[in-house]
């Protein structure tokens, strides 16, 4: 580790501005000067040190009384204070270590003591001034730029509880459907009811897989529709009509974990159980411009509302907006004697693996 990183960021500064202030103060004695200063190093080296000091007692006044923590027109008013202080403070230090070292000027000697140190006072005062501008700007800076890095974190650990709360309502409200899927055909066909329990078992083992992560590819989600279509026929027999229309490309896209199930369940429950005669379900996955389309036809009729404004498209609604935000779009129409609920994702490039 290099010295430098030892010092802490507060007495790298001060180095660097005491430093610039030395650099300063010879320059203008080697440009401006129309006479030589014997003592003007020695005086200057004294300033120096002396301005340190003063500065680092200022400091440790303003940490005490936490100055920086209060209302800013309040700051105002605690740099003017500590400013005209601590610049009569730095002017009555220097005067009086100047006349006891004697390194003072001769046109300088002949003043009196007060006399000298009301006339230092005012170049103190702006050299005070100038290191509590910056002193209180960084804090400033430093405060806001915390306060909204915690905003930040704040608005995403929110997020992150809504996207778990919501998965934690959508697997149960999942799961309890397909139970009295299962419950309506074991009485009248057990063979069948043991085919619907291994579907079943198949469509929880993806769900607890999908919990891992907030997205997941469009071909494992596929994966559980499939599953649950499978569970549904056995229900609803030839009631039940099922078609694919997807496009390959699209089976890498990240999808929300079971939200096109839910899609797909909300047709089934508002749709085809409504109606004796059953109809179809069209499951639809394709490209259109910079958005990746998922698409989920079925028979029946919103009947002058849209039939399963709860919570399986609420959700959809609520997980778009968290994961995407205004990108993502969800719409639910009728034409034709069907319903149609469609949800247009971004396309991302880099593939969900």
């Known amino acids: 580790m290099s010295m430098f990183n030892r010092i802490s960021n507060y007495w790298l500064c001060q180095i660097a501005g005491w430093g610039v202030f030395i650099l300063v103060y010879i320059f203008f004695y080697l440009t401006l000067r129309t006479r030589p200063q014997e003592y003007f190093y020695q005086d200057l080296l004294l300033l120096t040190l002396i301005g340190i000091v003063i500065t680092h007692l200022m400091r440790e006044v303003i940490k005490y009384f936490q100055l920086v923590s209060d209302l800013l027109n309040h700051q105002i008013i605690y740099l003017i204070l500590l400013t005209v202080i601590f610049a009569l403070l730095y002017a009555t230090l220097a ?50 730029r915390k306060s909204q890095i915690d905003t930040i974190r704040l608005e995403a650990l929110i997020k992150e509880l809504e996207l778990k709360t919501i998965k934690s309502q959508i697997n149960p409200h999942f799961m309890f459907n397909a139970l009295n899927s299962i419950r309506a055909l074991i009485d ?41 279509l499978a569970l549904e026929h056995i229900r609803f027999e030839e009631r039940l009509q099922i078609e694919y229309q997807i496009e390959e490309e699209t089976l ?102």
């Open 188 to 228: 009248e066909n057990p063979p069948r009811a043991r085919n619907a329990i291994t579907e079943l078992s198949n469509i929880l083992r993806s769900s607890m897989q999908t919990e891992k992560s907030e997205t997941v590819p469009f071909e494992k989600e596929l994966g559980i529709v499939k599953d649950y």
């Open 95 to 144: 005067s009086v270590l100047e006349r006891v070292l004697n390194i003072e000027e001769n046109i300088v000697k002949k003043l009196a003591l007060y006399n000298k140190i009301l006339r230092s006072s005012i170049s103190s005062f702006f050299l005070m001034a100038v290191w509590n501008l910056i002193y209180f700007s960084y804090h400033y800076v430093e405060k806001a």
């Open 252 to 353: 890498d896209q990240p999808v929300p974990p079971m939200m096109l199930q839910t899609l797909v369940e909300n047709a089934i429950k508002h749709g085809i159980s409504k109606h004796e005669k059953g109809g179809m379900v069209k499951v639809i996955s394709d490209f259109r411009g910079n958005f990746h389309e998922l698409i989920v036809q079925n028979s029946g009729f919103l009947n002058g509302h849209i039939n399963g404004d709860g919570f399986g498209l609420s959700s959809t609604k609520n997980r778009l907006h968290l994961l995407f935000g205004e990108k993502a779009n969800f719409e639910i129409t009728e034409y034709d004697g069907l319903v149609e609920a469609k949800v247009s994702i971004p396309i991302v490039q880099n593939k969900v693996t």
